[in-house]
């Protein structure tokens, strides 16, 4: 983040937050894991750790399938363990997934603040609806995942159609995300990002991404921004 976005962003009054879901509000790696591996058994594949599938989310869920099948979008059965995958997740997002701990309590305190708040995310659309109506539906009204008509992050469309959605302005708008895609997001999005270190990214990493701030607990987004 440049000083002067930094210098700009602590002038104002922040009116909205955008969060990426997976990895910041939701720790959704073992349904993920669940569901990758259960289509890889279906088709003969190797199965993964959690650890490994962490390394290889967060470019969205067809990059997903590709790094997670031999030969990746170059096999031929590409395509029918992508449609598999997002059959399978549909039915399955919500077994193991759960929102980090204080997640609730920061978002309830952004929406008695005034602050709004919306979500984006590269997994399918359906299932991003899904999650928020499962888990955030009373306190997050924007929530936007992959599509055929809007690009993946880290370009910035969903990001731009959850302000639209929300009145936004891009400055009185953060975006909170956990990994360097989100930090190219927030970047293409021309907004000032805020890290977390309780995802699917070591902290290290993170150090180096240049962030407005990195946050250790879902308080410290408060003291940030509120």
Not at 96 to 116: C, E, S
């Given at each position: 983040?440049?000083?002067?976005?930094?210098?700009?962003?602590?002038?104002?009054?922040?009116?909205?937050?955008?969060?990426?879901?997976?990895?910041?509000?939701?720790?959704?790696?073992?349904?993920l894991?669940?569901?990758?591996?259960?289509?890889?058994?279906?088709?003969?594949?190797?199965?993964?750790?959690?650890?490994?599938?962490?390394?290889?989310?967060?470019?969205?869920?067809?990059?997903?399938?590709e790094?997670?099948?031999?030969?990746?979008?170059?096999?031929?059965?590409?395509?029918?363990?992508?449609?598999?995958?997002?059959?399978?997740?549909?039915?399955?997002?919500?077994?193991?997934?759960?929102?980090?701990?204080?997640?609730?309590?920061?978002?309830?305190?952004?929406?008695?603040?005034?602050?709004?708040?919306?979500?984006?995310?590269?997994?399918?659309?359906?299932?991003?609806?899904?999650?928020r109506?499962?888990?955030?539906?009373?306190?997050?009204?924007?929530?936007?995942?992959?599509?055929?008509?809007?690009?993946?992050?880290?370009?910035?469309?969903?990001?731009?159609?959850?302000?639209?959605?929300?009145?936004?302005?891009?400055?009185?708008?953060?975006?909170?995300?956990?990994?360097?895609?989100?930090?190219?997001?927030?970047?293409?999005?021309?907004?000032?990002?805020i890290?977390?270190?309780?995802?699917?990214?070591?902290?290290?990493?993170?150090?180096?991404?240049?962030?407005?701030?990195?946050?250790?607990?879902?308080?410290?987004?408060?003291?940030?921004?509120?």
């Open positions: 983040m440049s000083q002067e976005l930094e210098q700009e962003t602590a002038k104002k009054k922040i009116q909205t937050v955008i969060f990426d879901l997976d990895g910041t509000l939701l720790n959704t790696i073992e349904d894991t669940d569901s990758v591996n259960a289509v890889c058994t279906q088709y003969g594949y190797p199965v993964y750790p959690v650890e490994t599938i962490k390394s290889y989310v967060g470019n969205g869920i067809r990059k997903l399938i790094r997670a099948i031999p030969q990746g979008a170059e096999n031929p059965q590409y395509e029918g363990v992508y449609e598999s995958f997002c059959a399978y997740y549909q039915k399955h997002c919500c077994v193991k997934t759960r929102p980090y701990d204080g997640i609730l309590t920061m978002l309830n305190t952004l929406k008695a603040q005034g602050i709004a708040v919306g979500i984006v995310s590269n997994k399918n659309h359906n299932a991003v609806v899904e999650l109506d499962t888990f955030f539906k009373d306190v997050i009204p924007a929530a936007i995942g992959q599509s055929d008509t809007t690009r993946k992050k880290p370009a910035p469309d969903t990001v731009y159609e959850a302000m639209k959605q929300l009145g936004a302005q891009k400055e009185t708008t953060v975006y909170i995300g956990d990994s360097e895609v989100d930090k190219q997001t927030a970047d293409n999005a021309g907004l000032p990002c890290l977390v270190s309780w995802g699917f990214r070591e902290r290290i990493a993170l150090e180096k991404l240049g962030a407005w701030g990195i946050a250790d607990t879902p308080q410290q987004i408060l003291e940030k921004i509120v």
